[in-house]
């Protein structure tokens, strides 16, 4: 505890004696000072005693005392201490009144006991609240230290929350809650998701405070601080308490906030060396090795080759955003992961340059986020008006469920559900999709459709003379499978009239109709020509 008022009045030493504001002793003195200035206020920083002997005031003035005092107390002066035995025998009654009228303590200082004393006693007090609060703070890391080694971050967290005395909570990259101590924090430490999700677009390390609102009926001070080293926070803590910290309590912060530090970045080389491994089973099971793939796999990834997977292929939207891929693929990965972390499966996510690939439990959580994440970008380009999403956000193609064998397959759908993705301006495309619905929407893609206009031109050409409507007969004579006498009388013609015309198609484009490829790019080319 800092010393305070009440401290000194029963400092053995001192043998000051309260002459006014005796129920307000309670307050914390920042320092000791001496002024004889009429007006010392341009030099007080708030939280003082102020020392004098009233030689340049007028003390038994009742107005100019009730001016002076007002004006200390305006400047934050916690405390008057006045000397007596210099210019005045006794406390002047006119000081005594205007501090009782203020609320300011007024503590009478006997000749005998210098203002030095004063000051030095108030100077050992402060020192030695600062030694205990670096000792205490000491502790408190060794303490933490401890818990971090044999319980992990929980027992960290619940040793923090002792020191505090409030709560604290630790949060993933994705911004949800891992854990939390006490328990019943959970719930409270979850309504500040928003506010870690914006400290997390911050370069680490960052802090802010929020409270009050974001708890209703709850009144918790909330400091959040990120963690991890990297320009992008990979996770976040989370203490609350019913006032601001103290010094032992900012020690003993600052001491979780290093070791969780620690742990993140030892979290990431670890990582790192997890992918590593997953591009090795990756490229093994693509290469059609699933058995070396899973000896290589083991406990890491086995259980996800054990059951129907997803592959997810990743890419920017657009080429020129390649250089910032890296980093739209990482906010891909962070979702994928911390999703499969707190259902506990495992995920297998490999970045390749700026492609991110990432091999999930089918029906599971990652492959969930991956939807949602997509799901929650396609709402904010209808939101912001059907335009276009910005150029870092990703495109996301899905293959259907697959397992070891077919891992190749899978990649391969994953690919062409991205590509159909692109063209289209989705976020995301299912194969299974593609494949349950028509060929037609593909056949809206521009080449195709200038393979279309290029085929059939010449033919537009001779209808638009007058000659004849070749592009409707063929169009029937093709719907009908080449029956003569079913595509004349939809055409309302004669069918030696639609067999000339047909000769006619044949000699205008140079290709025989009794090909199947010519007749299938012909009808494709219709098509084409005809989708919205």
């Not at 030689?55 to 005092?69: I, S, W």
């Not at 401890?146 to 960290?156: D, H, K, S, V």
């Not at 926070?233 to 912060?253: D, I, K, M, N, Q």
């Not at 010519?518 to 098509?527: D, G, Q, S, T």
Request: with cysteine.
């Amino acid at each position: 505890m800092p010393p305070t008022l009440a401290s000194l009045v029963h400092h053995s030493a001192l043998k000051l004696t309260v002459r006014a504001g005796e129920d307000r002793l309670d307050v914390p003195v920042r320092w000791a000072h001496v002024s004889e200035l009429a007006d010392p206020v341009p030099y007080m920083e708030g939280g003082e005693l102020l020392l004098i002997t009233a030689l340049k005031l007028d003390a038994e003035d009742p107005q100019a005392m009730r001016r002076y005092v007002k004006r200390l107390a305006g400047a934050g002066v916690v405390g008057l201490g006045f000397a007596v035995g210099v210019a005045y025998e006794e406390t002047p009654k006119a000081l005594v009144d205007a501090a009782e009228e203020v609320g300011m303590p007024l503590l009478e200082v006997p000749r005998r006991t210098p203002f030095l004393a004063i000051s030095k006693a108030v100077s050992a007090a402060i020192a030695a609240d600062q030694y205990r609060a670096v000792t205490a703070g000491f502790a408190a890391q060794r303490e933490l230290t401890r818990q971090a080694l044999t319980e992990g971050p929980e027992g960290l967290l619940a040793s923090l929350a002792t020191h505090v005395d409030g709560w604290a909570a630790l949060y993933d990259a994705s911004g949800a809650v891992v854990a939390a101590a006490p328990e019943w924090a959970g719930r409270r430490a979850a309504r500040l998701t928003a506010e870690v999700e914006r400290l997390r677009e911050r370069p680490a390390p960052a802090s802010v405070v929020a409270g009050g609102p974001e708890f209703s009926d709850h009144d918790d001070r909330v400091e959040l601080h990120s963690l991890g080293t990297g320009r992008r926070p990979r996770a976040a803590l989370a203490v609350g308490t019913a006032s601001a910290l103290g010094t032992a309590e900012r020690y003993a912060v600052h001491s979780a906030i290093a070791l969780l530090t620690l742990t993140t970045e030892r979290s990431r080389s670890l990582h790192a060396a997890e992918q590593r491994i997953g591009a090795a089973v990756l490229r093994m099971l693509l290469a059609g090795e699933p058995d070396h793939a899973r000896a290589v796999a083991g406990d890491l990834y086995g259980r996800l080759l054990d059951a129907p997977f997803r592959v997810i292929v990743a890419e920017p939207a657009h080429a020129r955003a390649a250089a910032g891929a890296g980093e739209t693929a990482g906010d891909l990965a962070e979702v994928v992961e911390s999703a499969a972390a707190r259902s506990g499966e495992a995920v297998l996510v490999v970045p390749e340059g700026d492609r991110l690939v990432a091999l999930a439990a089918d029906g599971g959580a990652a492959v969930a986020a991956c939807l949602r994440y997509a799901a929650a970008l396609e709402n904010a380009r209808s939101t912001a008006g059907g335009r276009d999403g910005d150029d870092d956000e990703p495109v996301v193609g899905l293959s259907a469920p697959s397992g070891p064998i077919a891992a190749a397959g899978a990649y391969k759908q994953a690919e062409q559900a991205l590509s159909v993705a692109r063209r289209r301006g989705r976020v995301l495309v299912e194969h299974e999709q593609l494949a349950a619905g028509s060929v037609l929407p593909l056949l809206a893609d521009d080449a195709v459709r200038a393979f279309a206009d290029g085929l059939l031109r010449s033919l537009h050409e001779h209808d638009a003379t007058g000659r004849g409507d070749l592009v409707a007969s063929l169009r029937a004579w093709l719907s009908r499978h080449g029956q003569w006498d079913a595509a004349a009388a939809d055409l309302g013609v004669h069918r030696h009239t639609l067999r000339y015309r047909m000769r006619r198609v044949e000699e205008i484009l140079g290709r025989s109709l009794d090909d199947p490829d010519v007749r299938m790019e012909l009808w494709l080319a219709l098509k084409a020509t005809t989708t919205e």
